[in-house]
């Protein structure tokens, strides 16, 4: 039932084709009647709930939060039931049982998806009365289009995240021993001698140590003194997090390998450094953004600053952050656990780099790269479009009354998040932008330490030489 192939398909995930549905407990004389009943309850429910997205589609009155959120509950709800009832009801009137392999994952995984968004989006309604009965004077600025629309996005998001979570167990599950012939992968390394491994070792150990109690000082001084409990040390307080987070998922692996003169590691250990690697190089993307809005809004807004940049507003960005971080870690992941690594398990970097495992893969991975491409627009390209927007507005507004003081003023504010960002997207920009003529592998290796080992390490440095409040909270540390 098996078909051999090497092109990506769903049924090399398993040695069944199919599956059998047993249904309802129902007797096959009542099947007609059971049918008609819940082709009519199915119906129903399709055509009630596009009525009441019309309705509140066409009506202004209507355009108001509470109907906002409903006119999505019914759009999840038509969803919702049509991702078992359809097939249901063909079963029971062609007496059939059978569903594909793919049909029922797939179904499983848009059964979850959409559950959780009925259970987000009734969360959300709630708070919405919640705030229109105990709060109804700020009802209008609390409950506003844009927190409404976050609110959405938000859930579906986590719904989606949640959904690839199980799925991608599943997959595995169903056989992880037919994905692939390989066990492991041998990781090549850096491109050193091997009588300088001793050497090597022994700096990118004291980097990556740099580097964990460097951003934990960070985190540890932001927690303690209480003058920097602001928008832009909250947002670094979490970037100090995922670059400790970060460097912790490949450098300590290579550190091993250095040090035993392994090579290798486990097929699962290779998808799980993927994983993590995509995940918190998005949500670093995503959080310089934030601290890039931050930045413009006050200097370009400053008499607004603590109305835009509220606790609340902090929280969210953060949160989107890490949602949507984890959602493009897993589609990359969930893509790559189906294709087949069957002629060469040897990786030309010090990780498990995604582009290099597709390199090795015997399966179509069209799909991967065309992921790859439109991921990478949404969670490298437009973020950094935000943060040259934010300093091109920052910029106007300085030269509206260029004084040195003012220039001064903003150089102390953005510097230090100005030459992370250089350092992190110079690094992204000298790997797929400016690819080198010969010895290509190795230029990527290197460059890719940089913002693997480096950029983390130097941050603190950055954020604590550059910046007068850090100082001051490091000296009062010091004093206790």
Known sequence: MRRKSKSMNWDNQSSVSEFILLGLPIHLEEQGMYYALFLVTYLTTVLGNLLIILLIRLDS???????????????TDISFSSVTAPKMLMNMLTHSKTISYAGCISQSYFFIMFADIDSFLLTSMAYDRYVAICHPLHYTTIMSQRRCFLLVIVSWVLSIANSLSHFIPITRIMNWDNQSSVSEFILLGLPIQPEEQGMYYALFLVMYLTTVLGNLLIILLIRLDSHLHTPMYFFLSHLALTDISFSSVAVPKMLMNMLTHSKSISYAGCIS???????????????????????????????????????????????????????????????????SFSRDNTVHHFFCDLSALLKLSSSDTTINEMVILVAGTIVITLPFICIVMSYGHIGATILKAPSVKGICKALSTCGSHLCVVSLYYGAIIAIYFFPSSSNTKDKDVIVTVLYNVVTPMLNPFIYSLRNRDMKGALRNLLSR
């Open 273 to 339: 450094q993927s994983y993590f690697l995509a995940m918190f190089a998005a949500l670093d993307s995503f959080l310089l953004t934030s601290m890039a809005y931050d930045r413009y809004v006050a200097i370009c807004h400053p008499l607004h600053y603590t109305t835009i940049m509220s606790q609340r507003c902090c929280f969210l960005l953060v949160i989107v952050s890490w949602a949507l971080s984890i959602t493009n870690a897993l589609v990359h992941t969930a893509l790559l656990s189906f294709l």
């Open 61 to 75: 009155r209507l355009h108001t939060p509470m109907y906002f959120f409903l006119s999505h509950l019914a759009l």
